[in-house]
């Protein structure tokens, strides 16, 4: 044998056993995360003391952080390392209620199930008045000249009869294989993305374009404004008012009601019968900008080239107020803590930087995420900074709290063959799905802003889209332990592969 050939063969043999080793040391501590993250889970005790004791979580308010602060105590409880509260909002007001009733007094009684939106002010004391019926307000000035001095002492019905939704509907949904192959099949040439900078910019126009009209009910002494959406089966779905900020305007009483009530009153309307309301609302306005805080921690990396770099996992922390916000996105924000604590409690040493975000905000406008990508990466109008190219690959989970079924790639292709090998390894967990697409309207795309490599992952609906999305209903009860356990397996995998990994997740080109 020449000394070539030994020097081959001994290169192979070489090479064989550190890939040996490699698969040896991934099979290890696959089970090890199986076995602490199925047989030791704190992840629906953690998600019940959450919602159960804690509540709805609304953006600037004083139930979002004592919320805040119960899970800062949590993860330091659980051995994460540097938690920390950031700033996001300077400028944030607070919004609690504390009282309401909506009931119709006549022709005859009938409690009127009801909601109050977000920022609406209190009534002055217990109202009544008869009901007047809007159906179209958009066109302002047409308004004024039709309703000007007709308003005063009136409940304002606003805006169509919901459009009534099918028994016969699949309410619960868990993706077929045929519709996950489908996606997997999607054409990056169809991938939807819109410039951070003009989304944001169109959202602040949206979320005050009631404002207008509301100030003229206001101004002619309207009582109060009631509304709906089609919903299933008298669910309630009352996410807004926008105005978040200190000096917005402060909107009139605004209420959604149940659909099913909406259509009474309408009707009856249409009949030339005037339903009379009776309602009270009470409610509290503050200014705490110390409550509008994103919540950070992370395990510290260990190898000396790598532990400068990150792998990112992140989720909103906020909710609406009608529920307790279970779906959206208490589940998320506690599987993230849950990924972490099984990779903690099995002794792993993570080569780069594991960082976690729970964001504030992200219903009004991603204001959590955008202040950190702010803060840490660059602002939008200049170029973004070496911290961003540290990044090795941004988690977002904010998709209800449905079984993880693979990734949404964000339209970076390049990630695909990276992703396909951390999902090989856990079939039995995972389809493992990797679709071109992007899911819209949530944090992951603050990150790929900064051509971050950052991703969402695909998740069953479940009931989220139709019943607990934004509405009283997003309630511990529509949670399915199971998949809440099984999804903080399947994370804290795809961190312990990223974070072993020799390069960094590819970028878009």
């Not at 979580?57 to 949590?74: D, I, P, Q, V």
Request: hydrophobic share 35%; net charge negative; charged share 25%.
């Amino acid at each position: 044998m020449t000394l070539k050939s030994t020097f081959f063969y001994v290169f192979l043999l070489s090479f064989f056993f550190s890939s040996y080793s490699q698969t040896a040391s991934n099979n290890e501590m696959l089970e090890k995360i199986k076995n602490e993250g199925f047989n030791n889970s704190q992840a629906i005790a953690m998600l019940g003391e959450l919602t159960d004791v804690y509540g709805q979580r609304l953006t600037g308010s004083n139930e979002y952080f004592e919320a805040a602060k119960w899970m800062s105590k949590k993860m330091t409880s659980v051995g994460l390392q540097n938690v920390h509260f950031e700033s996001y909002c300077d400028d944030c007001r607070g919004w609690s209620m504390e009282s309401f009733n909506v009931e119709m007094i006549s022709p005859n009684f009938m409690h009127i199930s009801a909601y109050p939106l977000a920022m609406s002010k209190s009534t002055d004391g217990i109202v009544a008045g008869d009901v007047i019926y809007i159906k179209k307000y958009k066109e302002l000035d047409s308004i004024k000249l039709k309703y000007s001095g007709k308003l005063k002492g009136k409940i304002i019905l606003l805006g169509r009869e919901p459009q009534r939704k099918s028994l016969t509907d699949t309410i619960f949904e868990r993706y077929s294989e045929a519709y996950l192959d489908k996606m997997a099949k999607q054409d990056s040439a169809k991938v939807k993305q819109t410039y951070l900078p003009d989304l944001l910019k169109s959202w602040e126009a949206d979320d005050v374009k009631e404002e207008d009209f509301l100030r003229f009910l206001e101004s002619e002494g309207a009582l109060a404004v009631l509304k709906s959406r089609s919903m299933y089966l008298g669910v309630l779905h009352p996410d807004g008012t926008y105005f978040y900020k200190e000096d917005h305007y402060k909107p009139l009483p605004y209420f959604t009601i149940m659909p099913e009530h909406f259509g009474r009153l309408s009707r009856m309307l249409e009949m030339n019968v005037v339903p009379k309301i009776r309602l009270n609302l009470e409610t509290s306005f503050y200014f705490k900008p110390e409550n509008n805080v994103n919540i950070l921690a992370e395990l510290s990396g260990t190898d000396k080239k790598l532990k400068s770099e990150t792998v990112m996992v992140g989720a909103h922390f906020d909710s609406w107020h009608a529920g307790t916000g279970a779906t959206d996105n208490g589940a998320s924000s506690i599987v993230l803590v849950e990924a972490l604590r099984i990779l903690k409690a099995v002794g792993y040493q993570p080569k780069r930087t594991i960082k976690m975000g729970l964001w504030g905000g992200e219903e009004q406008a991603f204001l959590g995420s955008v202040s950190y990508g702010k803060k840490h990466f660059g602002q939008h109008d200049e170029k973004a900074n070496i911290e961003s190219t540290k990044v090795s690959a941004y988690l977002n989970l904010d998709n209800g709290a449905g079984a993880i079924r693979g990734l949404y790639l964000q339209n970076n292709k390049y990630a695909k063959p990276v992703f396909r090998e951390v999902f090989s390894s856990i079939t039995d967990l995972t389809d493992g799905v990797l679709t071109i697409e992007n899911t819209l309207s949530t944090d992951h795309e603050t990150f790929d802003f900064y051509n971050i490599p950052a991703f969402q992952f695909i998740q069953d609906p479940l009931e989220y889209n139709s019943a607990t999305h934004h509405t009283e209903l997003d309630v511990l009860e529509y949670v399915p332990e199971q998949d809440v356990i099984k999804n903080a397996v399947i994370l804290a995998w795809t961190i312990y592969k990223l974070s072993e990994n020799k390069e960094l997740v590819p970028r878009k080109k």
